[in-house]
């Protein structure tokens, strides 16, 4: 599923926040930024995220934090991020120990 033929979103931000500013591209790192925030359980940032995944649509696979898809106070983004993911041609889910994965 992850795989070195297709570049990953999440990178370490500090790195990503250089290299994209020194191309012209600082919305675009702030915007990562908050969109793997939202893969790594801060829900406030779905919006970031789904503008990012819009943005990129040669995006293969996307792995979740767990929580989002199993915690009670998340059910409605949960229906809201499985909806989108489908629309997105994410036709394949894998529930792992910590992780949500889905793929095309």
Known sequence: MIDTDFDQ????DDHLDVYLNLQ?????AK?????????DGKV????????LMEMYPEVRSVVFYRKIF???????????LASLMKTLGYTTRMDLEDSVVFWK
Not at 24 to 28: A, I, P, S, V
Not at 31 to 39: E, G, H, I, N, V
């Open 70 to 80: 199993y915690r009670q106070e998340y059910t409605e983004i949960a229906k809201q």
């Open 9 to 12: 979103l999440v990178t370490r």
């Open 24 to 28: 012209g591209r600082k919305d675009e």
């Open 44 to 51: 406030q940032e779905y919006d970031s995220f789904v503008r």
């Open 31 to 39: 915007l990562r930024m908050r969109a793997s925030d939202f893969l």
